[in-house]
Nanobody, 124 residues
Framework: QVQLVESGGGSVQAGGSLRLSCAASGYTYSSNYMAWFRQAPGKEREGVAGIHTRYSTTIYADSVKGRFTISRDHAKNTVYLQMNSLKPEDTSMYYC?????????????????WGQGTQVTVSS
């Protein structure tokens, strides 16, 4: 059974940093796409960052480019999201997603597996 477990969320002041982790079990991610999404109350789920776990190519939403970094550790079967210079508008529930079908990485419908989410709150 595939499980994605996120951790690392919390509350931080604007300008601070957090590192989110997504540990995958029952799933070999070595040749597929994984991504971080976020969803605030009343808003659509949006893609934040994506990584091809085989080639390590990465992509970011414009809103986080230069501040967030996605990476992976094959040995730990884990994907990370390092978030720096956090802003109040980054406040959201953050989700890890895996096993994407063909199509835009920002389309949540294309991902087969999801974690339960971890809350990030940034205060001004």
């Amino acid at each position: 059974q595939v499980q994605l477990v996120e951790s690392g969320g919390g509350s931080v002041q604007a300008g601070g940093s957090l590192r989110l982790s997504c540990a995958a079990s029952g799933y070999t991610y070595s040749s597929n796409y994984m991504a971080w999404f976020r969803q605030a109350p009343g808003k659509e789920r949006e893609g934040v960052a994506g990584i091809h776990t085989r080639y390590s190519t990465t992509i970011y939403a414009d809103s986080v480019k230069g501040r967030f970094t996605i990476s992976r550790d094959h040995a730990k079967n884990t994907v990370y999201l390092q978030m720096n210079s956090l802003k109040p508008e980054d406040t959201s529930m953050y989700y890890c997603a895996a096993d994407k079908a063909d199509g835009s990485w920002t389309n949540p419908i294309l991902y087969k597996y999801w974690g339960q989410g971890t809350q990030v709150t940034v205060s001004s």
